[in-house]
């Protein structure tokens, strides 16, 4: 049965008062908050003005505000100073960000990166097109039969040369949990390597505690955490950010202008040029404001649960096979006699949203299956309904099987 706790947090969430989707699709993007959107409204009717350049009420007002919510960000992920948090686009960006930068300031030709064979194209297809320019070897952590990084060959494929170690703290393809605590604290026998971890599956699902994970660079987009989309988060260690470069230049990121000479700003500044998106900040910080007032480890609690019926209720259905593993949110399966396509189409005339294909995870996916998967992910706003419903619609799909 649905939580109390559970309706309580999905009347949070305006979509459902509009729509009669399934929705089973949060790990491409989660619903935003009733305090988010009121956030972004609030801004755009009351609040609006730049930030860090003008010096009238608004926009000091809101220097301040937006620098408090950067604390706040810092605070929530265990950070100790609010340098630590730099604002991006997205995950995209801010994986981009990290790659380029330490191309140019830290990795030298011959150079090894270790990428997980699972990453999301975000890490996978920058990593490879860096390791192209740059001239540095790309190696990859093979997989277990759990669906996580194997350890004992992370291990044995560090060499004098690994400068970078890139993975993500839970895969988009298969929603299983890596032994990313592990990981680090092998990788950090090394003090040349720097780990990278994608955290965009993670950081709604998961405690993170970068001073607890010393993970040199962490990153999400806020949209994944109940917030809006067009802001991503970059977290690290001062010591590795400030090996980054400027991604962008412009307004903000500068100090000293002359025709010629440019002193640049401090961190994190100089790697945020350009107006920023205010408003999709304030909606982060008030998302955040209502993760605090409700009982999140509840409510991760029924998720687990949910997740725990789902997976036993697909699994008693015989042209279904479930990559299990460890999962949080998310899990995939394929369905033998029917391609993933078809699949896709019966289910959305079903009004099911999930996710079918390669999730942006091409060569795993391809490796796991070559017609792709089928991923559905919940939340904890999801009800046991919805889960019932997926699973007879997943049923009545025999009749078109080969
Ligand atoms: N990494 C992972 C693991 C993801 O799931 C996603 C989103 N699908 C991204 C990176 C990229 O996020 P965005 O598209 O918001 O930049």
């Given at each position: 049965q649905t939580s109390q706790l559970a309706l309580d947090f999905r009347r949070n969430f305006p979509y459902f008062n509009n729509s009669d989707v399934c929705y089973l699709d949060n790990a491409a993007t989660t619903h935003i908050c009733q305090p988010a959107l009121n956030a972004?409204?609030?801004?755009?009717?009351?609040?609006?003005?730049?930030v860090h350049r003008s010096n009238h009420t608004s926009a000091t007002h809101n220097t301040n505000k937006f620098e408090q919510c950067r604390m706040q960000v810092a605070q929530h992920f265990g950070l100790?100073?609010?340098k630590q948090v730099i604002w991006t686009k997205g995950a995209t960006e801010a994986a981009n960000i990290i790659a380029k930068g330490l191309c140019q300031n830290y990795?030298?030709?011959?150079?090894e990166v270790l990428l997980s064979e699972a990453e999301h194209h975000a890490h996978h297809v920058t990593w490879v097109e860096m390791a192209k320019q740059y001239k540095l070897k790309l190696v990859f952590i093979p997989y277990n039969e759990n669906l996580q990084i194997d350890l004992v060959a992370l291990q044995n494929l560090i060499?004098?040369?690994?400068?970078?170690?890139?993975?993500?703290?839970?895969?988009?393809?298969?929603?299983?949990?890596?032994?990313?605590?592990?990981?680090?604290?092998?990788?950090k026998q090394f003090q040349h390597i720097k780990v990278v971890v994608d955290g965009s599956q993670a950081v709604n699902h998961l405690t993170v505690d970068m001073a607890e994970l010393n993970a040199d660079f962490y990153f999400f987009s806020a949209h994944k955490m109940y917030s809006g989309t067009g802001l991503g988060v970059l977290l690290g260690q001062l010591n590795s950010l400030t090996l980054l470069s400027a991604p962008l230049y412009g307004g903000e990121m500068v100090r000293k202008?002359?025709?010629?000479?440019?002193?640049?700003?401090?961190?994190?500044?100089?790697l945020e040029a350009g107006t920023p998106n205010i408003a999709a900040v304030h909606a982060f910080s008030a998302t955040l404001n209502f993760l605090s007032?409700?009982?999140?480890?509840?409510?991760?609690?029924?998720?687990?649960?949910?997740?725990?019926?789902l997976k036993a209720q697909l699994q008693t259905i015989p042209f279904v096979q479930l990559l299990n593993g460890d999962q949080v949110s998310a899990t995939s399966f394929v369905i033998s006699g029917l391609h993933?396509?078809?699949?896709?189409?019966?289910?959305?005339?079903m009004k099911i949203a999930i996710r079918t294909g390669f999730h942006c995870a091409m060569p795993f996916v391809t490796k796991l299956a070559n017609q792709g998967t089928l991923r559905v992910s919940i939340?904890?706003?999801?009800?046991v309904e919805e889960i019932d419903y997926f699973v007879q619609s997943i049923q009545k799909l025999e009749t078109f099987l080969d």
């Open positions: 972004i409204n609030h801004y755009y009717q009351f609040e609006h003005a730049t100790a100073d609010k990795l030298d030709e011959g150079d060499s004098a040369k690994t400068k970078v170690i890139a993975i993500s703290h839970v895969s988009n393809a298969t929603g299983v949990i890596q032994p990313i605590e592990q990981a680090i604290k092998i990788s202008v002359d025709y010629s000479n440019i002193e640049y700003n401090q961190l994190p500044f100089y007032s409700v009982d999140t480890a509840a409510l991760h609690q029924y998720q687990h649960q949910l997740m725990c019926y993933t396509a078809d699949a896709a189409e019966l289910l959305s005339q939340a904890p706003y999801n009800t």
